[in-house]
């Protein structure tokens, strides 16, 4: 029910910043919560940053004070503004939509990821 594409991954150095950005193809004002998370070979998938409808947000430890999660809902767009990088930030990062807010059936959507790689 909604199809999601991340950008703006790449190569920086470590201390350095990078914005992703996950475009989806419906209003996400109508999804109940979009979310980044983030994979690290040999890691399991950990939620990085995730916002409401409401627009609250809220962090992973390990990342708090350095990322900042954001919308523009005209655009249906997410973002994810990534400061003072450090190479254990390395991984494959996925947007992700919960749910619609009317419902309680998970959409279970994911993004392709977007490689984030930060060197030392």
């Known amino acids: 029910q909604v199809q999601l594409v991340e950008s703006g991954g790449g190569l920086v150095q470590a201390g350095g910043s990078l914005r992703l950005s996950c475009a989806a193809s419906r209003s996400i004002f109508t999804i109940n919560a979009m979310g980044w998370y983030r994979q690290a070979p040999g890691k399991e998938r950990e939620l990085v940053a995730e916002?409401?409808?409401?627009?609250?947000?809220n962090y992973g430890d390990s990342v708090k004070s350095r990322f900042t999660i954001s919308k523009d809902n005209a655009k249906n767009t997410v973002y994810l503004q990534m400061n003072s990088l450090k190479p254990e930030d390395t991984a494959v990062y996925y947007c992700n939509a919960d749910r619609l807010r009317w419902s309680r059936v998970p959409l279970d959507a994911w993004g392709q990821g977007t490689l984030v790689t930060v060197s030392s």
């Open positions: 916002i409401t409808s409401g627009g609250t947000a």
